[in-house]
C-alpha cells in the first residue's frame, strides 16, 4: 500500500489499526519526511497555526508513588525533597502573567499535603488576580475533588495514562490500578475540564501494536491534548540500565496522532529536547502545536528530575521564555498570545 494513501485514509478517518502501524514502522528517509510534511500542514489547517505556550510550575516532588521509571518515584531515597508554599505558587503564577503567558501548569507528585481545599484555594486566588488558565496535573484524586477544582476555576487537567497495555501499566506502575486511571480520564472530561493525557515512547517491552492502541483510546476518548515523550532512564529507578528511546520513535507517533486527531493540542515535550537539542523544533515541524518553557524558581529545578540529564534547569524564567520565542522563530512559526484552548474543527 502506498504511503499517500494510508495517510489518506487517516485523514478521511477510514482508517484500520494496520494503518496507523504501518506509519509508525516507517524507517526510510523520504517516507519519514512525507508523513511529517503532512503532519505539519494538518496541523496548520486544523489549529491556529500559532504555537502556544504553557509555564510550567513544578511545586512539590513529594510523591506517594513508586512509578518504576520516574526520577522522584517514593523509593527514590537520594532525592532531596521540595515544597513550594502557596503564596510562592500565586506570586509565581502571576509573575508568569505578567511575563506574557496565559496558562499555567501546576505540576508535582502525587502530593496529599497539597489537599483539595488546598489546591482550590491557589485556583481561586490566582484567577482572582490574573485572567490566566491554569492547568492542573497532580495525579489521581478522587472524584469530589475533581469537581471541586473545576468549581474553583481550574481549566484544564493533564494525567497521562503512559501505556493503554494493561499488562505493562501494572509493572510499572505497582502502586496503580488501569480501571481507576481510566475513570479519573472520564471524570474529568465529564466535569467540563480539557483533559490532557499521553503516554511514554520506547518503554521496555511496548510494541507499535501497543502505541496504535493508545492513539485509538486517545481518540475515543476525544481528549484534548496528548502529551508524549521517549522513555529516559533515571539512575534512581529499578529502569535505570534500560535502553533509552530514540528521538525518531517519539516523532513518528506525534505525527501520526496529528493525523488522527487533527485539532488537539499536541506539545513538543521537554523530554524531546532532552534526547535531541532540536527534538523541540522537529516536534513542531511533525505537527506539534505547542511548548511548555519551565517556569519553576530556579533553585527547585534541578530536584524535579523525572530522568536523567534533563534540559533547562539552570536558565532563569526570562531566559527560557526568550528561548521558546526562538525556536518557535527558528521554525517560521508565530507564538500566540491566546490560553491556548483547542479549536475544535
Ligand atoms: S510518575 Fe507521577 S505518580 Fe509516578 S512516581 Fe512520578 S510523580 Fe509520582
Known amino acids: 500500500m502506498k504511503l499517500e494513501n494510508i495517510i489518506e485514509r487517516i485523514l478521511k478517518n477510514n482508517f484500520k489499526i494496520k494503518d496507523i502501524i504501518s506509519l509508525l514502522s516507517l524507517d526510510n528517509k ?144 505497582p502502586d496503580d490500578d488501569y480501571e481507576y486511571r481510566i475513570r479519573c480520564l472520564k471524570w474529568i472530561k465529564e466535569f467540563g475540564y480539557e483533559l490532557g493525557t499521553g503516554i511514554m515512547l520506547g518503554l521496555p517491552k511496548q510494541t507499535l501494536e501497543d502505541l496504535a492502541n493508545d492513539i485509538l483510546l486517545f481518540k475515543k476518548f476525544d481528549a484534548d491534548m496528548i502529551g508524549c515523550g521517549p522513555f529516559l532512564p533515571h539512575n534512581g529507578t529499578p529502569l535505570f540500565s534500560e535502553k533509552m528511546s530514540d528521538v525518531n520513535l517519539t516523532l513518528k507517533f506525534l505525527a501520526v496522532l496529528r493525523l488522527v486527531m487533527k485539532d488537539i493540542n499536541i506539545p513538543a515535550t521537554t523530554a524531546l529536547g532532552t534526547i535531541d537539542p532540536y527534538g523541540r523544533e522537529m516536534g513542531l515541524k511533525a505537527g506539534c502545536n505547542v511548548l511548555m518553557p519551565n517556569f519553576t524558581p530556579v533553585a527547585y529545578r534541578k530536584h524535579y528530575l523525572l530522568y536523567n540529564n534533563k534540559i533547562c534547569i539552570f536558565e532563569d524564567a526570562n531566559k527560557c521564555y526568550q528561548c521558546t520565542l526562538e525556536r518557535i522563530k527558528n521554525v517560521n512559526l508565530k507564538a500566540s498570545d491566546s490560553k491556548g484552548f483547542r479549536e475544535h474543527s
Open 30 to 173: 523520504d517516507d519519514l519526511e512525507v508523513l511529517y510534511k503532512k503532519a505539519f500542514e494538518t496541523m496548520l489547517t486544523f489549529t491556529s497555526g500559532k504555537i502556544h505556550l504553557r509555564a510550567i510550575i513544578e511545586f512539590s516532588n513529594y510523591c506517594r508513588k513508586n512509578c518504576r521509571y520516574c526520577g522522584i518515584r517514593r523509593g527514590n531515597k537520594d532525592q532531596k525533597r521540595y515544597r513550594m508554599s502557596s503564596e510562592e505558587i500565586i506570586s509565581v503564577s502571576i509573575e508568569a502573567y505578567k511575563q506574557g503567558f496565559r496558562t499555567v501548569v501546576l505540576q508535582s507528585g502525587e502530593d496529599l499535603y497539597f489537599t483539595k481545599d488546598k489546591i482550590g484555594d491557589i485556583i481561586k486566588r490566582i484567577k482572582e488576580k490574573v485572567d490566566i488558565a491554569v492547568t492542573l496535573s497532580v495525579g489521581e484524586r478522587d472524584y469530589e475533588t475533581y469537581r471541586y477544582w473545576k468549581m474553583c476555576g481550574a481549566d484544564r487537567y493533564l494525567m497521562r495514562i503512559e501505556t493503554t497495555n494493561k499488562d505493562l501499566f501494572k509493572k510499572l506502575h
